[in-house]
């Protein structure tokens, strides 16, 4: 793999591109140079933000300059080689797929030509990986949905879509972890609890782990 690009973000931050599509093995030299940026910080970095496809890099100017900062990132990307495939943990979720729990599922089944049944067979076959944490704290961006389940946003958001919904968003499908605004289309819910601050490990998830979804009965969920 080539140099990837370094786009400046005002004066005080870069962006480094490696790709402009969601794909696991730009994902992988994403986590390549976060990590090593991070177990050898430059004088001068301030914070990491990783996402599917660049690695936002905030600097102070005053310490670390432009060109520096680009002979790094480059010296990086050369010694890495392209980044060594690494398996995260897997981690099993149970969701409670549709009704009060998954508002849209007919919504999506209507949509996609598909029943019900059908969704929640296909959106649990799967194994997805986490790409990135955001939106809300702990929010999973979760990506390998199966192409017969791509559909649209919500053309008006939700005020509120409650903590450990399901949803699907055209390419992604994701967790709320938090009561929080939404516009996915929402087809189940998890009792478990994706951010705890009661926790050592506060986020649930993280980029790299793997996700497969089980799912279960309105009463296992209140029993859970």
Same mark, same amino acid.
């Given at each position: 793999?080539?140099?990837?690009? =370094?786009?400046? %973000?005002?004066?005080? &931050?870069?962006?480094?591109?490696?790709?402009? !599509?969601? /794909?696991? $093995?730009?994902?992988? @030299?994403?986590?390549?140079?976060?990590?090593?940026?991070?177990?050898?910080?430059?004088?001068?970095?301030?914070?990491?933000?990783?996402?599917?496809?660049?690695?936002?890099?905030?600097?102070?100017?005053?310490?670390?300059?432009?060109?520096?900062?680009?002979?790094?990132?480059?010296?990086?990307?050369?010694?890495?080689?392209?980044?060594?495939?690494?398996?995260?943990?897997?981690?099993? =979720?149970?969701? %409670?797929?549709?009704? &009060?729990?998954?508002?849209?599922?007919?919504? !999506?089944? /209507?949509? $996609?030509?598909?029943? @019900?049944?059908?969704?929640?067979?296909?959106?649990?076959?799967?194994?997805?990986?986490?790409?990135?944490?955001?939106?809300?704290?702990?929010?999973?961006?979760?990506?390998?949905?199966?192409?017969?389940?791509?559909?649209?946003?919500?053309?008006?958001?939700?005020?509120?879509?409650?903590?450990?919904?399901?949803?699907?968003?055209?390419?992604?499908?994701?967790?709320?972890?938090?009561?929080?605004?939404?516009?996915?289309?929402?087809?189940?819910?998890?009792?478990?609890?994706?951010?705890?601050?009661?926790?050592?490990?506060?986020?649930?998830?993280?980029?790299?782990?793997?996700?497969?979804?089980?799912?279960?009965?309105?009463?296992?969920?209140?029993?859970?």
């Amino acid at each position: 793999m080539g140099h990837p690009k =370094i786009l400046p %973000c005002g004066d005080s &931050a870069v962006a480094v591109e490696f790709g402009s !599509v969601i /794909d696991p $093995l730009i994902n992988r @030299e994403v986590y390549a140079l976060f990590n090593k940026l991070k177990a050898e910080p430059p004088l001068g970095l301030i914070d990491l933000i990783p996402t599917y496809r660049s690695l936002l890099v905030q600097y102070d100017p005053t310490v670390l300059s432009f060109k520096d900062l680009q002979k790094i990132v480059f010296s990086f990307s050369e010694l890495s080689g392209g980044a060594a495939e690494t398996v995260g943990r897997l981690v099993e =979720i149970p969701v %409670c797929y549709g009704n &009060a729990y998954g508002p849209d599922l007919k919504v !999506v089944a /209507d949509y $996609l030509h598909l029943t @019900e049944e059908e969704i929640i067979e296909i959106h649990s076959k799967a194994v997805y990986q986490v790409y990135m944490i955001g939106f809300t704290p702990g929010f999973p961006y979760l990506g390998g949905l199966d192409p017969r389940l791509f559909a649209p946003r919500k053309k008006v958001p939700r005020e509120l879509v409650p903590a450990g919904t399901v949803g699907i968003a055209d390419q992604q499908t994701g967790i709320y972890p938090i009561d929080s605004p939404g516009g996915w289309q929402l087809i189940g819910r998890t009792p478990i609890k994706l951010f705890d601050l009661d926790r050592e490990e506060v986020f649930y998830l993280k980029p790299g782990d793997r996700v497969k979804f089980n799912p279960i009965s309105e009463e296992e969920f209140e029993h859970h």
